[in-house]
């Protein structure tokens, strides 16, 4: 009789919700790292464009910022559900208080982080996000940082996502969450 190989190990723990500047590589890392942990992977801006029938850009055009946040923060509290998954969250989630105090009670936050020049030359190649809209990248990201970063050292954990390739980033998280990484 064969016997079909043992099912990889799942990562049981709570919730880990991706955050950092646009750029960083949230949901190419997100998607990674939920397939080595053999986990559900969600993106919180394709869940928001999902059920608004609208992409990020046209709600942004059309209702405003402050209405999308409200929205984004409907979408990551029905994500956080207590289910392990990993979840990339759109830079501006983890900036709202609200959205903030629930990631950091009901789930693990990690913050990725990498140099303002880095994540310059990543947008640069496309132009979907809403708050680069006819604006120089290098310009905007400065600001972010400046105002958001302190903010993202909320999170428990803190992860570079510098020119190294994304594999990286995520041997990284799971070292810091304690898995145990064969090669």
């Known amino acids: 009789m064969l016997q079909s ?3 990889p190990q799942s990562w049981t723990g ?4 991706l955050v950092g500047l646009m750029g960083v590589g949230k949901s190419t890392v997100g998607r990674r790292l939920a397939a080595r942990l053999n ?3 969600a993106d919180a801006d394709h869940e928001i464009e999902i ?8 709600i942004f055009e059309k209702f405003g910022e402050p209405y999308f946040r409200d929205g984004e923060r409907r979408v990551i509290a029905r994500l956080v559900d207590g289910t392990p998954k990993v979840i990339a969250t759109g830079g501006g989630a983890f900036i709202n208080d609200e959205t903030r105090a629930m990631i950091l009670e009901q789930a693990i936050a990690i913050w990725l982080d990498a140099p303002t020049r880095v994540l310059a030359d990543r947008v640069r190649r496309r132009d979907t996000r809403p708050l680069l809209k006819d604006r120089d990248p290098q310009e905007v990201l400065d600001g972010l940082a400046a105002v958001r970063n302190p903010i993202y050292a909320q999170a428990p954990i803190r992860i570079a996502s510098d020119q190294a390739p994304h594999e990286s980033a995520v ?3 799971l070292k810091a969450i304690g898995w145990e990484v064969k090669s």
Not at 14 to 17: L, M, Q, S
Not at 51 to 58: F, L, P
Request: charged letters at 15%.
């Open 39 to 41: 986990v559900p992977f």
């Open 5 to 7: 190989a043992p099912s």
């Open 51 to 58: 059920a608004a029938d609208m992409s990020v850009g046209e």
């Open 171 to 173: 041997f990284s998280i």
């Open 14 to 17: 709570k919730p880990i919700v």
